[in-house]
């Protein structure tokens, strides 16, 4: 994990990208320029993100951000980028809450202009915790926070999430449940079925993820609770933070109509999965940050709603991130930059974990 290269996301050129917004954008604001277009220096490994400015004496915003669907040639995460889904959700999401979303502006759903759909939002300045090195390795700014500054960031992280699930109209998020029959949870889990077999078509199957699927059905909640709209990447590196206070929560490609428990088992596990890669390697990581026990506790205090079947939620998280994991190990070998193994849960860096988890011994 040290050492193995970043692998690739994308296969455009920033300055081609730049030309071609700024040509899109002089039908909006003639005589506009976009200047200083570049990529993010951590996180993402989905639809891109490039920042960019805007010198126009008469623009609403100068500095911006552009989400584009993902590029075709670059061995894409996911089947479908739905840009118009996510601006909306961004949108509703700043009209009935008051969590931070950066203001989305335009909306371009023709390929034409970049080669893909796209929009363009605020940009929101602050810093992030990096996934590459994870920011429980030694060496950036979280790590180096004292105990009350992460304790901070932790309760802040959570009350956003709060806000977002006790805030929003769930009747607005209709729209965002797959096509089927069930209940939301239902739905949810038969499309990661389907995004699977998609992952896996014509390429060697995972038989530890085909055994978490079997463990899902047989520990299926008795009480799903009620649904609500879940942000679905619900993670502290999707997070822009002023100092230690969330300034911006990003990438809403994920958000989907479900039980609360879907955001709460996908921010566990998604700290343990760096936490455990880290003590792997030998550093201690940290500990005492995100558990599992304080963030119950903490959704509990804030919106009275004690988390409920949360093994299943979050091996249901760590299973959702060995599909994708298994996604973007399969286009490092598409791209020659690891070689095939043998067996293919051997592409899950979490399988350690995962297996533990269908074991029944993960938590113990």
């Not at 995460?77 to 999401?93: C, E, S």
């Not at 371009?108 to 990096?130: C, I, K, S």
């Not at 079997?214 to 299926?220: K, P, Q, S, V």
């Amino acid at each position: 994990m040290a050492t193995a290269p970043r692998p690739r996301t994308s296969t455009r050129d920033p300055e081609d990208v730049g030309r071609r917004l700024s040509a899109w954008l002089d039908a909006r604001l003639p005589g506009a320029r976009v200047t200083g277009i570049r990529a993010p220096s951590s996180n993402g490994m989905s639809s891109e993100t490039l920042l960019f400015d805007i010198e126009h004496p008469d623009t609403p915003v100068r500095a911006c951000a552009l989400r584009l669907a993902a590029d075709p040639a670059a061995y894409t995460v996911f089947p479908v980028y739905d840009m118009a889904r996510q601006h909306r959700v961004m949108r509703l999401v700043a009209e009935h809450t008051d969590v931070p979303v950066p203001r989305v502006r335009w909306l371009e759903e023709d390929p034409g202009p970049l080669g893909a759909p796209f929009f363009v939002m605020d940009r929101a300045e602050g810093r992030v915790p990096p996934d590459v090195m994870p920011y429980t390795y030694e060496g950036n700014w979280l790590h180096a926070a004292d105990d009350a500054e992460r304790a901070r960031l932790q309760d802040a992280t959570i009350g956003v999430i709060a806000r977002l699930h006790g805030q929003f109209p769930v009747q607005e998020a209709e729209f965002l449940l797959p096509d089927g029959k069930g209940s939301p949870l239902r739905r949810h889990v038969a499309a990661q079925r389907e995004y699977y077999a998609w992952v896996v078509d014509g390429l060697p199957r995972s038989p530890l993820i085909e055994a978490a699927f079997g463990w899902l059905d047989a520990h299926w909640p008795d009480d799903e609770g009620p649904s609500v709209l879940t942000w679905g990447d619900a993670r502290i590196g999707n997070i822009i933070y002023d100092g230690f206070e969330p300034a911006a929560v990003l990438d809403w490609e994920m958000a989907a109509c479900g039980p609360r428990e879907l955001d709460l088992g996908w921010t566990v596990y998604l700290h343990r999965f760096f936490q455990d890669l880290t003590v792997s390697f030998g550093q201690p990581g940290l500990p005492g940050f995100l558990r599992r026990d304080d963030i119950e506790r903490r959704y509990a205090e804030l919106t009275g709603h004690t988390p409920r079947s949360m093994e299943f939620h979050t091996l249901y998280a760590a299973l959702r991130h060995a599909v994708v994991m298994l996604r973007i190990a399969y286009r490092q070998v598409h791209f020659g930059e690891v070689e095939p193994p043998a067996d293919p849960d051997a592409l899950i860096l979490h399988r350690a974990s995962l297996d533990a988890m269908v074991r029944g011994t993960y938590w113990s």
